[in-house]
Each structure stands twice: as structure tokens, then as C-alpha cells.
């Protein structure tokens, strides 16, 4: 048995359902295509279950690339603003926390179940849960061969597009379905892939070499940490949190995206303070300790095992130390350089960096130039958002460019 559509798009998440919606309601019969049995998981569990949709301040700088340019056209054409007005036609209520980022007021589901409407409304048809166990193409369009069950148990299915949009997202959370089939099948047609990884997701370190550091687990700061090359400089101020494995929190995460294994992050515990030139200019009139003179800036626990991993007496006092033991101390805190010797990897990952080579696709129909009618969107493709609502900006974004066009 076969059947016929316009455009067949695999992956019934953000970008996919966006894309399936706007396709659909330009006229196209679409049919989406996910082997999951729960729609749009990755939505669901977003932002505590709120759903981060979007950040009112998204620009192209927001995003990591080997082909900076790409997203420019995209997220020009379809803007945070634009999604507002599709939420307010829908009535989901939301608000703003912090840095610009946007949560639904009561749940990540009425997102859900928005995308699902506006797919109801182009008259979207659905093969869910069902695997394709096969992609072909020839003069007429694209061939899948489907499962109707993931196991295998439920019948196939033949269904036939002129259009195939590969929106089934990258490798981050595992357990909750995520696979390697967009690069599978950007490899099947010749397509080069940029090498995935794990992208905001907590870093990790030696147990050894962090083992001073573990009696301040729990403890939260607002930090300045910065990595990468000069071309792709990562530099943030965000809460760092630390954990009895390593660092976490939303200075980690963001950092994470720039980080290479074997380098080194900076951090700075204190950026309001420079604390070498503080303790110099006033150590002939400081009463108190060092441990204590540093609690007024820093939580005890932190300073307990700062000083002591740091070889420093925390009953010293500053007016008997001398200027570079000062020094020291102010670098250890406002430029501490330390290697993770890894990331929690994709099971914590909330995206996936890298994916399908976006200089084999076009910025305004995300059309592959060498397959007429492939086209990828999404997480699948080589771009990726910061920590804050950016990404699925960029599902909405591409999703409607693809949708106009395929």
C-alpha cells in the first residue's frame, strides 16, 4: 500500500510541527512521520515543564556555527515576536523570568497542544508512533518504507513526496527517543555532517583534583567563566553551580558549547571585585582574618575550602601577608583556570552542537543544493542556541522557512 503527499516530514517535534503546519495550511497535503508514542517530549520536559518557547532578545549572536551566516535569514524572516502573536491567538499565558527568556504560565503542554492545532487546522495527517525503515529517492520524489509500530508488528506502509523535511532533531536526551537519523540520512545523500557533541550540559572533573572542592556542593554563585578560541570566544556572567562531580548551572551549561576537550576554562568567583587590588590597597586596616574578611563576599563553605585547597591560613591576617601571596590569592579567585576532563554527555546534554553542514543548505528554504526536495531543520542542522530559549527560536524560525517553501 502506498500514499501519496507533497510534503512527508519526519519528526513531530518543534521544528517539525511548525514546519508540518505551515506547510499545510499554504494548500500542501503533509504527513508527519515520528516513531515516538508521546508527542513531543522535548517540549514537554523543557524549562521545568513551563517550556523556555522562546527569548525576547534573539539575534544571530546567540548562535554557535561553523557557518555563522546561516541562521541570519531564517530567524530575521520569523521572530520571537511572531511566535508571541501565534501564543496570544491560542490564549497560552506566559512571562518573562530573566534575560529575556519567555515560559508558558501554567504548562509546556499548551504549547503542545498549539503546534498539534495548527496542525489540525492544515489537516496535517499523522503516522505516530511508526518507523521509517527506509528512504529512497528517484525522479518522482522521496520513497519511505514504514513500520506502523516501532517494533515492526503493526504492518508497512508506503508513502511517496515530492518533499522530505528531516526534522527528528539531534542526540541530546537518549531516553527520551533521540537517535542519529538526521545524519544518517544527510550521509545517504551526500550530505557532510559537522561532528556532533554534547552542548549545555554540566562538566566534569578528576575526582581526585576535585575533591577539595566537593564540601561546596550545593553552593550557588553568580560567576563570569570564559573559553574557546579567539574566533569562537565563549564569555558569560551566570550562576555557577557546584556539584559533588564537577560544575553545573547556567554559567556551565552556556560554556559548555564552547568548550574543546584538554582546555581550560577561566573563572572569575568574585566580577564585581578585583580581589588582589582590594586586599593590597586596604590590608593595614583590615581587623578581621582572612577567612572572615573573605565571608563578606563569598558564602563560608566556599571560603573554608578555597583557602584550604589553595594552601592558603584562613586565620592569616592580611596586614602580615606579603603583596604577592595577595596576588595569588586574588588570581585563584577572579581567574581560576581548571581543565574538565569531560561532560555529563548526552543524556544530560540539553542539545546537540553540530549536525548537517549548513553550507549544503539554502538560508531561506533549508533545502539541501545538491537533493531538490531534501530539507533539514531544526536541532538536526549545524546550529545552535544558547542556554535561554534561543533553540527552540531557531526550531520556530526554520520550521516556518522550510514550511513556506517545501
Given at each position: 500500500m502506498s500514499t501519496q503527499f507533497d510534503v512527508a516530514v519526519i519528526g513531530a517535534g518543534a521544528a517539525g510541527m511548525m514546519c508540518a503546519a505551515v506547510a499545510a495550511q499554504r494548500g500542501r497535503s503533509v504527513v508527519l512521520i515520528d516513531h515516538a508514542t508521546k508527542l513531543a517530549?522535548?517540549?514537554?520536559?523543557?524549562?521545568?515543564?513551563?517550556?523556555?518557547?522562546?527569548?525576547?532578545?534573539?539575534?544571530?549572536a546567540n548562535f554557535l556555527s561553523n557557518n555563522p551566516h546561516f541562521c541570519k535569514s531564517a530567524l530575521s524572516r520569523y521572530t520571537p515576536q511572531?511566535?508571541?502573536?501565534?501564543?496570544?491567538?491560542?490564549?497560552?499565558a506566559y512571562h518573562e523570568k530573566h534575560k529575556g527568556q519567555l515560559f508558558c504560565d501554567r504548562s509546556a503542554e499548551d504549547v503542545i497542544a498549539m503546534l498539534k492545532a495548527e496542525c489540525d487546522t492544515g489537516h496535517v495527517q499523522w503516522r505516530m508512533p511508526c518507523k521509517v525503515a527506509g528512504v529512497g529517492k528517484d525522479d518522482a520524489g522521496f520513497r519511505l518504507d514504514l513500520e506502523l509500530r516501532a517494533d515492526g508488528s503493526g504492518g508497512g506502509e508506503t508513502i511517496l513526496a515530492g518533499s522530505l523535511v528531516i526534522a527528528s532533531g539531534g542526540l541530546s536526551i537518549p531516553k527520551i527517543?533521540?537517535?542519529?537519523?538526521?545524519?544518517?540520512?544527510?550521509?545517504?545523500?551526500?550530505?557532510?555532517?559537522?561532528?556532533?557533541?554534547?552542548a549545555l550540559v554540566p562538566l566534569t572533573f578528576d575526582d581526585q583534583a576535585w575533591a577539595p572542592f566537593v564540601p561546596m556542593a550545593g553552593i550557588a554563585l553568580e560567576v563570569d567563566v570564559e573559553?574557546?578560541?579567539?574566533?569562537?570566544?565563549?564569555?558569560?556572567?551566570?550562576?555557577l553551580l557546584f556539584t559533588h562531580?564537577?560544575?553545573?548551572?547556567?554559567?556551565?551549561?552556556?560554556?559548555?558549547?564552547?568548550?574543546?576537550?584538554n582546555t581550560a576554562l577561566t573563572l572569575n568567583l568574585l566580577p564585581q571585585i578585583d580581589v588582589a587590588a582590594s586586599l593590597i590597597k586596604e590590608k593595614s586596616s583590615i581587623r578581621k582574618n582572612l577567612g572572615n574578611h573573605l565571608a563578606q563576599w563569598l558564602p563560608i563553605r566556599v571560603v573554608e575550602g578555597w583557602l584550604a585547597a589553595n594552601a592558603f591560613q584562613a586565620d592569616?591576617?592580611?596586614?602580615?601577608?606579603?603583596?604577592?601571596?595577595?596576588?595569588?590569592?586574588?588570581?585563584?579567585?577572579?581567574?581560576?583556570q581548571l581543565i574538565p576532563n569531560g561532560s555529563e554527555g548526552y543524556r544530560k546534554a540539553e542539545v546537540t552542537r553540530g549536525g548537517v553542514d549548513t553550507r549544503a543548505l539554502s538560508q531561506q528554504t533549508m533545502m539541501a543544493s545538491t537533493v531538490p526536495g531534501l530539507h533539514f531543520v531544526g536541532e538536526a542542522v549545524d546550529v545552535t542556541g544558547w542556554l535561554g530559549g534561543y533553540n527552540?527560536?531557531?526550531?520556530?524560525a526554520s520550521g516556518m522557512a522550510c514550511g513556506l517553501a517545501a
Open positions: 517530549e522535548k517540549i514537554r520536559i523543557s524549562g521545568g515543564g513551563r517550556c523556555n518557547f522562546t527569548n525576547v532578545d534573539t539575534a544571530p511572531d511566535f508571541l502573536g501565534l501564543m496570544k491567538r491560542h490564549r497560552i527517543g533521540a537517535t542519529d537519523f538526521a545524519y544518517r540520512i544527510a550521509r545517504q545523500f551526500g550530505l557532510k555532517v559537522v561532528e556532533p557533541r554534547p573559553t574557546g578560541s579567539k574566533q569562537t570566544r565563549g564569555h558569560f556572567r551566570e550562576d562531580r564537577g560544575l553545573s548551572g547556567p554559567a556551565v551549561l552556556q560554556i559548555s558549547s564552547f568548550w574543546d576537550p592569616a591576617r592580611p596586614a602580615d601577608m606579603p603583596d604577592r601571596e595577595l596576588r595569588r590569592l586574588g588570581t585563584s579567585l577572579n581567574a581560576w527552540f527560536q531557531w526550531a520556530w
